[in-house]
Each structure stands twice: as structure tokens, then as C-alpha cells.
């Protein structure tokens, strides 16, 4: 370490997370590996948290995005809100009193976002300054990735974890003009907060070549634009008997239409066996365990439409002009509907959805601006300019 470094410690714990650091990791090394000399060396460490674990959800994101081990792995699993939010606290103290780094960042809005943020706001480093760079701080600064999403549902628990790591950052780093205004209209200092673009599209043309050879339609037997990409986890469609049912009814209706490629979440995986729901045997709903990151954007690129609850499918297929159903009633990502191709449905409206866009026209929208592979770069511009 030269005193012309900063450390920076990047937070991931969840599926959704590990895309959006893989083009920050990249950026980093980048410029790294050609420092400029007005500019500092960023020296990183990657903490897992380990909220997700199954190689399906975890590992397998690494190896496909290539991404390096994490330095560090929390492991704390899965538990109640609480529990988990917990554990990681008291695990990530441990982490930030023993290096000490300048920054902390974190990405997204999932428990490991909001626990990382809240330690790193109160710790107190011994000695009260960093040793080890010319920045001298109590407590390490903390960066958010994808910060002023809302969807003014406090019911979601990702919109807490949105509203406490906002209040608690110290650089807000934005996708979307929506964005500056929620964090303005929370009292958010507009010095704090920058407009930088999706990290999500970052990595999705970083790895649009190879998503586009994997081919996955047609390994599933499913033709090109004839069938239709579903993904739900959401506890608000999966952890009610009732709501997973009626949803289970209407894939089963679609699959009668057009196969139906379902890639099954763990938590919805684990509802289905605890409420006992019965999956039709039509050949056509493809239900099986989650895909990997090039499969999934391939489904969305050559899907019909994608019927899905998850906040990254609602930007990835506006950027490939894909229908999207975003089976919520609401949304933090606006302007996928304002200038994308997405549309909220609920469980009692989703069929009449669902027949619209099989049968009539739907927006195709465009690509909203600064979604456009460079938001890493501009982040990292920030880190130095602030330094
Ligand atoms: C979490 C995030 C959510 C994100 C989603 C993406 C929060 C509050 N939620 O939801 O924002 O959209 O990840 O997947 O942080 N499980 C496994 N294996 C795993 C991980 C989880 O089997 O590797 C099962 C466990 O039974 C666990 C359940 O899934 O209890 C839910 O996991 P959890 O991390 O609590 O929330 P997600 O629903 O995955």
C-alpha cells in the first residue's frame, strides 16, 4: 500500500448483488493495472456476506461473471430479517475494525446492503483515522450503488433497506433522474448525490456475446419469441397459499398458449412444497431450479414477454425491448414503465395481461440514457474526484 492508495471494501451477499459489482471489480483493476499519476490506486477487498449460498445463487454467478473468490466470507446464511441483519453486523464490525478501509460500498437494496451500511455509519476506528492512506477518517465513507430507488411501499422489506442505507450514505450514486429527485425529496444533500447510469447494463453488454451463444431457448425446446420467461420470490406473491396458487393457475392457463420457462427461486421452491401445490403436468411449464446469469439474459432477450417480480428483469428487458408483466403493484425502477417496456399487473388482472399483450400491441419503449455499459468508469471518476 502507497500513500497514494485508498481501501475500499465492496459488500455483496445476494444473487442481484454479484452483477453489479463484477463491472465495478473490472473498472478497478482496469485502472489499476494503468494508474494514472494524479490518480490513486484503489486496493480492494470483496466481502460476502453469505446471504446467498447455493451455487446456483451464488458461486455460480462468480465463476459465469468472473468474478475473483471473496476476500472474505461472512457466512451467515439465511434467517429471519432480523437475525440475518444481525449476524451480519456483528460479523462486518469484526471486518471493518481489523483493515480499516477508507470506503465501504454497497450495491443494491438487499439485508446485506442495509447491515453493512449500518455498521459502517457508527463505527468507531481505533485511534479515530485510517492508517493506512493518506485519508484520515473515524469511520470509512459509505458509497451506495444504486441509490434513490423507491417504491414507497414500506410493506417491501427492500424499501427499508433503500431508505435507511440512503439516509446513512455519504455518496449516493444514482441510475436514473427519478433517483435524484426521491433522495432531494428526502432532504438528501445534492452534493452527495451523482447520476451515473444502470451498473445492471454494465454487465449485460459485458456479457451480451456470450448470453447470445448459450442459445438457452433453444436448448429448452422453445422457439424464438413463443414463449414466455417467468421469475417470482417476491414474499408478496410466493408466501401467501392463496396469491402462489392463483399465480400457479395462470401459468398453467399460459402454458396451454405457449410454453412457459420457469426458473424456480428457492424461497418459492420452499412455499410450493409447504403449502403442497400441485404443478400441472403440461409439458409446457418448464419449471425448473435457477439459471445462471447468460441463460437468463438470453431467455429475456428472446422471450415473447417475461412475467417476473424481480427488479433486474424489469431493467433488462427494457434495454432489450422485451414485454415485461411486473407482477407488483408497484415499482422502485419508474422509468422501466415511463420509457421501457414494462407494465404492473396483479394476481386478478394477470390473465386479461397476459391475453393484451399476446394478442394486441405493447410499448416497446426505449433504452433510458446513461444505460449504457460506462456507469463503473463514472463511479470510479467520482471516488477520485472526492479523494
Ligand atoms: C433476497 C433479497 C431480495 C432479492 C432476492 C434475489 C432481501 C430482503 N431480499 O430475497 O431483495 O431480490 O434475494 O434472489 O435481502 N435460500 C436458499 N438458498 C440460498 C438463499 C436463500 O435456499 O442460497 C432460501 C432460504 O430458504 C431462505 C429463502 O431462500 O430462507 C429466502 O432467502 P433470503 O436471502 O432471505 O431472501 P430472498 O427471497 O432470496
Redesign the pocket.
Known amino acids: 500500500m502507497t500513500a497514494n492508495s485508498m481501501k475500499l471494501i465492496l459488500v455483496a451477499g445476494?444473487?442481484?448483488n454479484f452483477m453489479k459489482i463484477a463491472p465495478l471489480i473490472r473498472a478497478i483493476e482496469k485502472h489499476n493495472a494503468s494508474p494514472k499519476t494524479s490518480q490513486m490506486n484503489i486496493d480492494y477487498i470483496l466481502v460476502h456476506t453469505g446471504?446467498?449460498?447455493?451455487i446456483e445463487?451464488?458461486e455460480a454467478f462468480f465463476r459465469d461473471l468472473e468474478i475473483p473468490s471473496p476476500d472474505i466470507n461472512l457466512e451467515v446464511g439465511?434467517a429471519s430479517?432480523t437475525a440475518?441483519t444481525a449476524e451480519i453486523m456483528k460479523r462486518f464490525e469484526k471486518i471493518l475494525l481489523q483493515e480499516k478501509p477508507d470506503v465501504v460500498m454497497v450495491v443494491g437494496?438487499?439485508?446485506?446492503t442495509l447491515a453493512c451500511t449500518l455498521v459502517a455509519s457508527k463505527i468507531e476506528y481505533p485511534g479515530a483515522r485510517s492508517k493506512t492512506s493518506n485519508l484520515h477518517r473515524r469511520r470509512p465513507l459509505i458509497a451506495h450503488v444504486e441509490a434513490g430507488l423507491r417504491s414507497f411501499d414500506r410493506s417491501m422489506?427492500?424499501e427499508i433497506?433503500r431508505l435507511v442505507t440512503d439516509a446513512l450514505a455519504d455518496l449516493l450514486f444514482t441510475p436514473s433522474p427519478d433517483g435524484n429527485e426521491n433522495l432531494k425529496k428526502e432532504g438528501i444533500a445534492e452534493s452527495k448525490i451523482k447520476l451515473v447510469g444502470n451498473i445492471m447494463i454494465d454487465t449485460l453488454l459485458g456479457n451480451l456475446q456470450k448470453a447470445r451463444t448459450r442459445q438457452t431457448h433453444k436448448k429448452l425446446d422453445v422457439n424464438e419469441k413463443e414463449f414466455a420467461y417467468v421469475t417470482l420470490?417476491r414474499?408478496s406473491n410466493v408466501d401467501d397459499k392463496s396469491t402462489l396458487s392463483t399465480i400457479m393457475e395462470h401459468l398453467d392457463r399460459l402454458a396451454c398458449e405457449i410454453p412457459v420457462v420457469f426458473p424456480v427461486?428457492?424461497?418459492t421452491k420452499?412455499m410450493l412444497a409447504n403449502y403442497a401445490i400441485a404443478c400441472s403436468n403440461n409439458n409446457n411449464l418448464k419449471l425448473m431450479d435457477p439459471i445462471g446469469y447468460h441463460d437468463s439474459i438470453c431467455l429475456v432477450e428472446h422471450a415473447r414477454f417475461v412475467l417476473t417480480d424481480?427488479?433486474g428483469l424489469q431493467e433488462e428487458t427494457t434495454f432489450f425491448r422485451t414485454p415485461c408483466l411486473t407482477l407488483r403493484p408497484n415499482t422502485e425502477r419508474p422509468i422501466t414503465i415511463t420509457e421501457g417496456s414494462n407494465m404492473l399487473t396483479n394476481p386478478g388482472s394477470l390473465w386479461s395481461d397476459i391475453e393484451q399483450l399476446l394478442n394486441g400491441p405493447y410499448q416497446k419503449g426505449k433504452i433510458p440514457g446513461l444505460w449504457d455499459g460506462k456507469t463503473a468508469e463514472r463511479i470510479l471518476q467520482h471516488l477520485y474526484a472526492m479523494t
Open positions: 445476494a444473487r442481484p446471504q446467498h449460498y447455493d445463487m451464488s439465511s430479517h440475518q437494496d438487499v439485508n446485506s422489506p427492500e433497506n420470490h414474499p427461486h428457492p424461497r420452499k424481480s427488479g
